[in-house]
């Protein structure tokens, strides 16, 4: 029990970040419309990206050949989830505007 | 330990954060949605940028930057040519496939940081505790996001077709209680185990990502794969917690926490529940399969539909999944092209869930050049359709079926749809009379005005305009 309330301590500032995060991402979308779920969808995928950070960190203090590998293969995969995500966000929401200036 | 580029490393990950947050809020509304996007782009290139320049672990700095900068230029090339080269229909395929890249990067993550739990900290309660805790959740959850969203790619793709069996279900939750008892067994070790474990937890939750999406049906992906992509948020939210690291935690977990709100969104659209999706049986053996031994279809020939067509003065095209998985967007515009230049207006009722993507059909047709006047929503569809001559249904099912008006025992029972019925006459394009996603009978089918052209969406719309040609 001890150590539970540790933990809590320890952590206490990332709980709570957690905790408002989670009603603010359900507060700011949630009054989006249906056309824009796939968008929004496409580019919520891009930011959950931001687990590339955590790859890089482990590769920059990677000291052997496995991490090494693994922690490259991290930062790509993690990078293609970045930009493949925003890129392909970006063109579904061009097809919004070219429709919106033909309007 | 204070330093002054801990300080500004840390600034940037709270402006960041907010970039994130601005990013999703800008993405919920049409006018500003592009800008969003970009915004929640800069956001992540600043927090990468001073996470190199400024992160240090133990007083050490980022190490290996060569490596890691080649990381960072292949995963942006091939990224970014991906993304640029696809086909605009294939975009829920491409957005899975960059999901299932994060979750593996989370779970590479786990598995390679796992070697590193501290020795003090294993020396206090053996495994028990939240460095282990945290690596094997963020693993689980990585790895379940991979596999599952590599097999919704597949499924988006074609490549990959549906298990639909109640077994499935039972084999599913088996598996789970699995899942759950190894990370109880792991933490409960007294000390370290071999890397031999982790492997094994890693390999059976990437078989459970699999057998979790198999027996769901291809046309529910989309919901699938938001789901799978607040998992994967989850996932990096682990990894950020793991390092201490803000940006990461509040891009997870704002990812986890709108993309579960977006997912319960989209199945409400659709008139289902969360569970009634990933259980994957819409109620196929029950719901709505009364009567329908002495009820007739009409079949319509070719020819006859062009005349119909060719004279009538006001058409409404109603496009569905079918539409989409036939590709036959293009030739959806030239049978509109071609009926436009005799004089018929031609215009297109959508449906706001057809296709099970919202907005998909919307983006189909941009893609055919389909102008966007002619896109009509459900409501203003509903409204003209008295003075509608023929209602043209292409590959939709559900979204046109009268029992969601008429029929309370029908599982669609009031979700608002397309009254194609109130049309002078109706043709519904198919493959089949198989039913559609929802498994149920469609009375739309049996109705006196309506006629079918069976075939697929695109070989019957070919022959419909060679038809309408020869006129």
């Known amino acids: 029990m001890d150590d539970a309330l540790r933990f809590f301590y320890d952590n206490r500032e990332a709980i709570f970040i957690i905790i408002l995060s989670i009603f603010l991402g359900i507060e700011v979308i949630s009054h989006v419309p249906a056309v824009l779920h796939t968008p929004l969808m496409s580019g919520a995928n891009a930011i959950h990206g931001v687990v590339v950070i955590g790859a890089i960190i482990v590769m920059g203090h990677a000291d052997n050949i496995l991490a090494m590998v693994l922690g490259f293969i991290a930062v790509v995969l993690g990078t293609l989830n970045v930009v493949g995500g925003f890129v392909v966000t970006d063109r579904m929401l061009e097809m919004f505007k070219k429709r919106k200036t033909k309007n | ?471």
């Open chain 2, 1 to 471: 330990m204070f330093s002054s580029q801990i300080s500004i490393l840390e600034m940037s990950y709270i402006l960041a954060s907010v970039l994130f947050v601005l990013g999703l809020k800008k993405l919920s509304h049409p006018a500003t949605a592009r800008n969003g996007n970009l915004w929640a782009a800069g956001g992540m290139l600043l927090a990468i940028i001073f996470t190199i320049l400024f992160h240090k672990k133990d007083g050490a700095h980022i190490g290996n930057i060569h490596w890691i900068l080649v990381a960072l230029f292949i995963g942006t090339v091939v990224g970014w040519l991906v993304a640029k080269k696809v086909k605009m229909t294939a975009m829920p395929q491409m957005v899975s496939l960059f999901n299932g890249m994060g979750g593996a990067c989370a779970a590479l993550i786990s598995l390679m940081e796992f070697p590193h739990i501290p020795a003090e900290l294993i020396g206090r309660h053996g495994m028990l505790n939240g460095e282990t805790f945290t690596i094997l959740m963020g693993l689980m959850i990585g790895s379940v996001s991979f596999s599952g969203s590599m097999i919704a790619f597949g499924k988006l793709d074609d490549k990959i077709g549906d298990i639909k069996t109640k077994l499935m279900r039972y084999f599913n939750l088996a598996f789970l209680v699995l899942l759950v008892a190894m990370i109880v067994f792991i933490l409960l070790m007294p000390e370290k185990p071999e890397m031999i474990w982790i492997y094994l937890f890693a390999a059976l939750a990437l078989v459970y990502g699999i057998t979790f999406v198999m027996p769901i049906g291809g046309a529910d992906m989309p919901v699938v794969i938001s789901l799978l992509n607040s998992f994967t948020g989850v996932a990096a939210a682990f990894g950020g917690f793991l390092y201490n690291n803000q940006a990461m935690l509040t891009g997870g977990i704002l990812v986890g926490s709108s993309g579960t709100i977006l997912t319960i969104l989209m199945c409400k659209a659709m008139n289902r529940s969360l569970l009634n999706v990933i259980i994957g049986a819409f109620g196929g053996s029950t719901a709505g399969v009364s009567d329908n031994g002495d009820k007739t279809v009409k079949e319509i020939s070719l020819s006859d539909a062009a005349v119909l067509l060719s004279y009538s003065q006001k058409v409404l095209i109603v496009p569905g999944y079918g539409l989409a998985v036939a590709q036959a967007q293009h030739l959806c515009h030239e049978l509109d092209d071609l009926l436009t230049s005799k004089g018929v207006e031609v215009k297109y009722g959508i449906h706001p869930v057809a296709g099970r993507m919202p907005g998909h059909m919307n983006v189909l047709l941009a893609e055919a050049d389909v102008p966007y006047e002619k896109l009509t929503e459900m409501e203003d569809a509903n409204k003209e359709m008295n003075s509608t001559d023929v209602v043209i249904v292409v590959g939709a099912n559900d979204v046109v079926n009268p029992a969601a008006e008429d029929d309370p025992a029908s599982p669609i029972y009031g979700m608002p749809v397309i009254k194609a019925w109130e049309a002078k006459n109706v043709i519904v394009m198919k493959r089949s009379m198989a039913k559609g996603y929802a498994a149920i009978e469609n009375n739309l089918f049996y109705h006196p005005k309506n006629r079918m052209l069976f075939g697929d969406a695109k070989a019957s719309m070919q022959k419909l305009i060679a038809e309408i040609k020869n006129l």
